[in-house]
């Protein structure tokens, strides 16, 4: 079946452009998480959604970053006026509520010049 | 802060041997634990996970070894093969799972 799947796989922008990331989850997951991964470090929470709730957006490091779910179904990242530091693998993840392990998608690598 | 901790950023193994990679935490409202394994340019795939309430788990060849109260817990690997090189992460989660805690990972390498 199919599994997680993000696009692009790659994006290079300048800095201080605006990106978008997007994620679709496996169907009929509830749950869907958004991770950073910095070189070298750990995966790092972002933000949150299960079914109608409001989202979690405890993880998101600053107000230029978004996030927006359709449903149950497509979700996508924002980044604004994006900074070299920005630059990271953007995971995506889904589950079912409960379910107690996520399947992630292979993830957006974004460099910003 | 960092709440789930991984010390060791590598560990290289003789194939046939066995492979341990561990991993600390500091909440201890976590109660559910699991081991993710990531290759280059792959998402992470989930490997095996326990319970607070168990303090061993085991899947084939990968067994899961809970302390709660050294919040402690750790990946044994037996026996090691070189497709199981690959990063692995350990998370951690409290009560509702609408939040994972990684740690930053242990490259594992095993050598023919």
């Known amino acids: 079946g199919a599994g997680v799947s993000q696009s692009p796989s790659n994006k290079v922008t300048e800095k201080g452009k605006d990106v978008e990331l997007r994620c679709d989850p496996i169907s009929g997951h509830t749950a869907l998480y958004w991770y950073r991964q910095r070189l070298g470090q750990g995966l790092e929470f972002l933000i949150y959604?299960?079914?109608?709730?409001?989202?979690?957006k405890s993880g998101l490091p600053s107000d230029r970053f978004s996030a927006e779910r359709t449903g149950e179904s497509v979700s996508t990242l924002t980044i604004q006026r994006t900074q070299q530091e920005d630059s990271a693998v953007y995971l995506c993840?889904?589950?079912?509520?409960?379910?107690?392990?996520?399947?992630f998608g292979p993830g957006t690598r974004l460099t910003v010049t | 802060d960092q709440q789930v901790k991984q010390n060791s950023p590598s560990l290289s193994v003789q194939e046939g041997r066995i492979s341990i990679l561990n991993c600390d935490y500091t909440n201890s409202m976590f109660d559910y634990f699991l081991w993710y394994k990531k290759y280059p340019a792959e998402g992470p795939t989930f490997l095996i996970s326990i319970s607070s309430i168990k303090d061993k788990n085991e899947d084939g060849r990968f067994t899961v070894f809970l302390n709660k109260s050294a919040k402690h817990l750790s990946l044994h690997i037996v026996p090691s093969q070189p497709g199981d090189s690959a990063v692995y992460f350990c998370a951690a989660s409290a009560n509702n799972f609408n939040k994972f805690y990684f740690g930053s990972g242990t490259k594992l390498n095993v050598k023919p």
């Open positions: 993840a889904s589950s079912l509520h409960g379910q107690g392990r996520e399947y």
């Open positions: 959604f299960q079914g109608n709730s409001a989202p979690d």
